[in-house]
């Protein structure tokens, strides 16, 4: 069976590594971005789009079915957005779009970067809004629903000062945590392998079977993560 995947978020600090390890899984591999990622092969079909209000524009060609795993790892800051208004509309809003617009396609298994904080009653904006995405999602009903909840990203990110120095000041103690914690900071690499590898295994699981499946939601969180990307010297 050709295994295909459709991606957005792709040039982030997870996507890109993302795009990377699914291409060596699936034999078609959709990229809808505003520019091209930094990795591309003969498997990848890139499709660019300059504002994602005009999302569904794009979804009348790009070939999407039942057969198609679709992958979010889109996202920003309120400093990058400008405005709360702004955030919500990257971060909730073009999310929860992608995600109804593969539904109707008929996508059944969806992947989903999203926070460790994620709670509808935080005071934080940006962990209400990660909170508010997730419900969204979960309530489409697809039939695998895998949500990924890291900690601070490690990796170069464009324009988060805060996230710079934080991780500057955890590679001065990192070795003396144990990746036991559930805070403990994760690369953007070993997320977008438990991704991979999270899609890798449903579709394993899946591959056989006869018996209709029921909606399943599964929560990642970032100590399992840690967990399953773990080398083992």
């Given at each position: 069976?050709?295994?295909?995947?459709i991606?957005i978020g792709a040039?982030?600090?997870?996507?890109q590594?993302?795009?990377?390890q699914?291409?060596e899984l699936?034999?078609t591999l959709i990229?809808?971005?505003r520019?091209?990622?930094r990795?591309?092969n003969?498997?990848?079909?890139?499709?660019q789009v300059n504002?994602f209000?005009n999302l569904a524009?794009?979804?009348?060609?790009?070939?999407?079915?039942r057969?198609t795993d679709?992958f979010?790892?889109?996202?920003?800051?309120?400093?990058?957005?400008?405005s709360?208004?702004?955030f919500r509309?990257v971060?909730?809003?073009y999310?929860v779009?992608?995600a109804k617009?593969?539904?109707q396609?008929g996508?059944?298994?969806f992947f989903?970067?999203?926070?460790?904080?994620?709670?509808?009653?935080?005071?934080f904006?940006y962990n209400r809004v990660k909170a508010?995405t997730?419900?969204?999602?979960?309530?489409?009903?697809?039939?695998?629903?895998v949500i990924?909840?890291?900690?601070?990203l490690?990796?170069?990110h464009k324009?988060?000062?805060?996230e710079?120095?934080?991780?500057?000041?955890?590679?001065l103690i990192?070795p003396?945590?144990?990746?036991?914690l559930?805070?403990?900071?994760?690369?953007a690499?070993?997320v977008?392998?438990a991704m991979a590898?999270?899609?890798?295994g449903?579709?394993?699981r899946?591959?056989?079977?006869?018996?209709?499946?029921?909606q399943?939601?599964d929560v990642i969180?970032?100590?399992?993560?840690l967990?399953?990307?773990?080398v083992?010297?």
């Amino acid at each position: 069976m050709q295994r295909k995947a459709i991606v957005i978020g792709a040039t982030g600090l997870v996507g890109q590594h993302l795009v990377k390890q699914l291409s060596e899984l699936y034999d078609t591999l959709i990229v809808i971005a505003r520019r091209p990622p930094r990795y591309i092969n003969a498997s990848m079909r890139f499709y660019q789009v300059n504002d994602f209000d005009n999302l569904a524009e794009i979804f009348t060609s790009v070939g999407v079915d039942r057969k198609t795993d679709a992958f979010s790892c889109l996202g920003t800051t309120k400093k990058q957005a400008g405005s709360d208004e702004a955030f919500r509309k990257v971060d909730r809003d073009y999310n929860v779009n992608f995600a109804k617009l593969c539904q109707q396609k008929g996508v059944e298994n969806f992947f989903l970067l999203s926070s460790m904080n994620a709670d509808m009653d935080s005071r934080f904006l940006y962990n209400r809004v990660k909170a508010e995405t997730e419900q969204s999602i979960i309530a489409l009903g697809f039939t695998q629903l895998v949500i990924f909840r890291p900690s601070l990203l490690l990796g170069k990110h464009k324009g988060r000062p805060l996230e710079s120095i934080g991780q500057k000041a955890f590679q001065l103690i990192s070795p003396l945590v144990s990746e036991s914690l559930s805070l403990h900071p994760i690369s953007a690499k070993r997320v977008a392998s438990a991704m991979a590898m999270s899609a890798h295994g449903i579709y394993e699981r899946n591959k056989y079977r006869t018996e209709p499946m029921t909606q399943q939601v599964d929560v990642i969180e970032n100590k399992q993560m840690l967990a399953m990307t773990r080398v083992k010297h």
